[in-house]
């Protein structure tokens, strides 16, 4: 079975500070995601890499960055969290192709102070 | 460009009643569509997929055929359990576009016993 973990189940900070989410895949998977869940939006792409060092814009960018060093591992950076950044982030993972079937983390609940 | 629409919630229904939540796309060339399911407190996991026209995807009792004529890709249960109680995610890919997966934005099932 494909894992993707998320470094925390729910997250307090502060505004202005700077936050890292952390995402591991154990499945050798070359494409990686980050979305953002909130009531009555859905989810909404935030960011994606398809290899290593790479990494493409989706449609919600403003406020975030994004770090991959390794395959298995996709960080998200809020360089300095607002409060309208407040919102549970999903992570996921694919094999084939960013249009391939993508396998979900638990989420992190990241609350903006 | 790519879309896809999904019926509002809350859907509120007794054990044993039929479920149908539809779901609607609009795709430039040929997309794969998918159902994902949010348990509370849980990230996505893939309920089940078709890749290609008149393809029916199943899983745990849950059906939706891929329906070219009509683009929909309507998510059925004959008889729902108080454990399916959950959020349902209708998504679409286009391997030729070179997206991501495009989702809808959410249906909450309650079942009641």
């Known amino acids: 079975d494909v894992k993707v973990t998320q470094s925390s189940r729910y997250l307090v900070k502060r505004t202005g500070e700077k936050v890292f989410l952390e995402c591991v895949q154990d499945m050798d998977h070359e494409n990686m995601f980050w979305y953002r869940q909130d009531p009555g939006l859905g989810l909404r792409l935030i960011y994606f890499s398809y290899d290593v060092k790479m990494k493409e814009k989706g449609d919600i960018p403003e406020g975030y960055s994004v770090s991959r060093e390794k395959k298995e591992r996709f960080s998200l950076i809020l360089e300095s969290a607002s409060t309208n950044q407040t919102s549970m982030y999903l992570c996921?993972?694919?094999?084939?192709?960013?249009?391939?079937?993508?396998?979900f983390g638990p989420g992190t609940r990241l609350t903006v102070l | 460009g790519n879309s896809v629409t999904q019926m509002e919630g809350p859907v509120t229904l007794s054990e044993e009643a039929f479920l149908t939540i539809n779901c609607t796309y609009t795709a430039t060339g040929y997309p794969s569509l998918f159902w994902y399911v949010q348990y509370p407190g849980e990230g996505l996991q893939l309920l089940l997929k078709a890749t290609k026209a008149d393809d029916k995807g199943s899983n745990k009792g849950f059906e939706a055929t891929y329906r070219k004529e009509t683009t929909s890709f309507h998510l059925e249960k004959g008889s729902v359990q108080v454990s399916d109680s959950a959020v349902y995610f209708c998504?679409?890919?286009?391997?030729?576009?070179?997206?991501?997966?495009?989702f809808g934005k959410g249906t909450t099932l309650s079942v009641s016993s």
């Open positions: 998504a679409l890919s286009d391997d030729q576009a070179g997206t991501a997966l495009i």
């Open positions: 996921a993972s694919s094999l084939f192709g960013v249009a391939d079937t993508q396998y």
